[in-house]
């Protein structure tokens, strides 16, 4: 495995930034609903919104409401839901339909987690997750669940770090980081992208396409990342540095 380097601290001048948050800026938690985001994180955001001129954008498979309840009132982009959805600091907020079918398989997984003490679900407008985080013996019931009622429903199997879920297909984290590269406020700088599971590797890949960066947070492990940050962090502290060395 080849072993990546740290970023520099003056990879942010003249970049676009794009975050991933669970295990980049936050670490994970038991469950979905217990992350937060604290005081020195927030005041973070804020100083990287300013430093870069509104070049900041959270890419979660969270849903955009999900982030916006996390920071409030931000002014940066979000993308939620696997590059399903883009909420714009102008107030747009570009999304797909929600299938009917999310309906049935939520009731399928919620039947499945009652037998499975440990596994919980999380319902997104665009998907449903099974994490088994608190128990890692369901791994495999729970991929294949998953697999089956994707196929059933004509949706997409998307796996990560302790959860499986099955969601809209047709964007990922990539598209997403290439959508908001064509806004005006973006397009013509180096896209820098943070993040830790292999959902973020579509992001990983575009951003270098585009002539910037990925960074990879945490362990070591096949990636399209340039650079890599050991953990949340060490990820908060070079972003503080380096926004500094912006500034």
């Known amino acids: 495995m080849i072993t990546l380097p740290p970023p520099p601290l003056d990879l942010l001048r003249g970049a676009a ?9 936050v670490d994970l938690v038991a469950t979905p609903d217990a992350a937060a985001v604290d005081d020195a994180l927030a005041a973070l955001m804020a100083r990287l919104v300013v430093a870069l001129d509104g070049r900041v954008a959270i890419v979660s ?8 309840a996390l920071f409030g009132n931000a002014d940066f982009t979000i993308s939620g839901s696997h590059g399903l959805e883009i909420a714009w600091p102008d107030g747009r907020h570009d999304r797909v339909e929600r299938p ?11 039947a499945f987690a009652t037998a499975q003490t440990g596994v919980l679900v ?16 369901a791994e495999s019931a729970s991929t294949d669940l998953a697999r089956s009622l994707a196929a059933d429903a004509g949706l997409q199997l998307q796996t990560g770090k302790m959860m499986v879920e099955v969601r809209v297909p047709g964007a990922d984290k990539g598209t997403a980081l290439a959508a908001m590269m064509a806004a005006p406020t973006l397009a013509g700088h180096r896209p820098v992208f943070l993040g830790d599971d292999d959902t973020d590797e579509p992001a990983m890949v575009a951003a270098a396409a585009h002539g910037g960066a990925g960074i990879l947070v945490g362990a070591v492990r096949a990636t399209a990342a340039a650079y890599r940050l050991r953990s949340v962090a060490e990820t908060r502290t070079w972003l503080t540095a380096a926004t500094e060395r912006v500034a």
């Open 17 to 25: 930034l794009f975050l991933d948050f669970d295990g980049t800026l």
């Open 61 to 68: 498979g969270r849903p955009v409401e999900g982030v916006r």
């Open 100 to 110: 009917m079918a999310l309906d049935r398989i939520v009731t399928r997984m919620k």
């Open 122 to 137: 999380e319902e997104k407008p665009l998907g449903a997750a099974l994490h088994y985080r608190n128990l890692p013996a």
